[in-house]
Each structure stands twice: as structure tokens, then as C-alpha cells.
């Protein structure tokens, strides 16, 4: 069992940075893959970003391409947190993120595939 807890949301303007947290409880960390998706009112939850740990401190990442060059995913495996840093915010940014957590090495975007979920975290970007 994992458990997820989000933080870092909040209001920022359009261009400005936020880095959200992703708290996990539970053993075996580098076992998961890790996932953040958003979900705006009215849309369907997107993928964002995800990484999962290959071999020998290695980890790989996969980004959508609406935040490729702005986002980046990261972990501290000592505090069992991964991050979410985000540049450059857009006022389309807009959402509820969520991170989530499945036991496996492959990297996948699809959010029926993870089985652990945070209760999400706001971020709000005016323009």
C-alpha cells in the first residue's frame, strides 16, 4: 500500500514558477513509478509527467508535450518525495494536479494504469 499526499498548489501569475510535492508512505519507493496528472473543470484528467527508477541511481522521465522544456519531474528518494517543478506557467496550466503510484519500471501515461492516487493539489495562473 502507498499513500500520496500533494502540497505546494497556490496562485501564481501567468509566468511565474510553483513546485509541487508529492509525499509517499510505504516501502520499496523506487519500486513505483510515479505519475503527476491534471485536471481542469470540465476536461477529462491528463498525464503531465512521470518517472521511474531503471537501475543504479538511474531514473527516466516522460513529459507531455504541452510542458516539455517548462516542467520537470524529480525525486528525493531519502524523504520519499517527488517534485514537480513548473516554469514559465500558462493560464491553460489551470488544474487540479494529482500525483499517483504504480509498482512497475515502465514509464506509462496512461492514468488507468496507477492504482494509488493523491487528493490532488490546486494551482491556479492568472493572467
Known amino acids: 500500500q502507498v499513500q500520496l499526499v500533494e502540497s505546494g498548489g497556490g496562485l501564481v501569475q501567468a509566468g511565474g514558477s510553483l513546485r509541487l510535492s508529492c509525499a509517499a508512505s510505504?516501502?520499496?519507493?523506487?519500486?513505483?513509478?510515479i505519475g503527476w496528472f491534471r485536471q481542469a473543470p470540465g476536461k477529462e484528467r491528463e498525464f503531465v509527467a512521470a518517472q521511474t527508477y531503471i537501475l543504479s541511481n538511474t531514473y527516466v522521465a516522460n513529459y507531455a508535450d504541452s510542458v516539455k522544456g517548462r516542467f520537470t519531474i524529480s525525486r528525493d528518494n531519502a524523504k520519499n518525495t517527488v517534485f514537480l517543478q513548473m516554469n514559465n506557467l500558462k493560464p491553460e496550466d489551470a488544474a487540479v494536479y494529482y500525483c499517483?503510484?504504480?509498482?512497475?519500471?515502465?514509464?506509462?501515461?496512461?492514468?488507468?494504469?496507477?492504482?494509488?492516487w493523491g487528493q490532488g493539489t490546486q494551482v491556479t495562473v492568472s493572467s
Open positions: 499517483a503510484a504504480v509498482q512497475t519500471r515502465t514509464l506509462t501515461t496512461a492514468p488507468q494504469r496507477y492504482n494509488y
Open positions: 510505504g516501502r520499496d519507493f523506487n519500486s513505483y513509478a
